[in-house]
């Protein structure tokens, strides 16, 4: 008999631990604290977005940095040569010009080229008299060192360019082994090919003068020996 109410009190407490547990399985997962709840899963995403929003702006960023190294970039190859022989080059050629425009007597002009030969060289001026053929002789001769000398002063400016042409060199080799752009590296080889076209210049007009003083004194070698011809069938005939 006095087993009989201990029996019911365990029986109770099974009873009550059976009526507990399924709330304790039942439970949500999260917990409050003062008033806060805190949910894990909830924090899990928020942390994840965060995550990938970071991930965002940093991409941004680096697509910001890239584009203003292209723009540096850019910069760099716009920016323009602070070098130019340009006006050196121009006055090396205006020097050479100058020369070969103070060409005596026949100058470097086709009419006045053909005047000069009717007048002295062929037809009509070997066969006049004593005196015009002595005259003709003489400005045939002037013909002929004239055009020697103006030879002799237009190689003389062309090695006097030497000089310019190695300073201008010098620099512009300078300024292209710096150029910090594209452009600046053009504008150097386009100033090496100026400069490379000057002495060209100065080449073709020596080549000119030279050409022009033997064809002259050919001219007048060739004058001599008609107008010598002249005289001694003038001389044969008396």
Known sequence: MKSLPLRRAMMAGVLAVSAVTPMFIAAPAYAQFGGIV????????????????????????????????????????????????????????????????????????????????????????????????????????EDSVGAFEDALKVQAGAVGNIEGARTSMDSLVTASQSATGALQAAQAGNQLLALQSQQLADLTATVAAQGRAQALESARQAAEEAEGRERFRRFMGN
């Open 38 to 141: 805190y949910d894990p899963s909830n924090y899990a995403q928020n942390v994840l977005t965060a995550a990938r929003s970071l991930q965002q702006i940093n991409n941004q960023i680096q697509q910001i940095q890239n584009q203003a190294t292209s723009l540096l970039n850019e910069a760099r190859n716009l920016a323009s040569l602070p070098f130019s022989s340009l006006a050196t080059l121009q006055q090396q050629v205006q020097r050479t010009q100058q020369l070969l425009g103070q060409a005596q007597r026949i100058a470097y002009d086709v009419e006045n080229i053909q005047q000069a030969f009717n007048s002295r060289y062929t037809g009509t001026a070997l066969t006049g008299d004593h005196a015009q053929m002595v005259a003709n002789a003489n400005a045939r001769w």
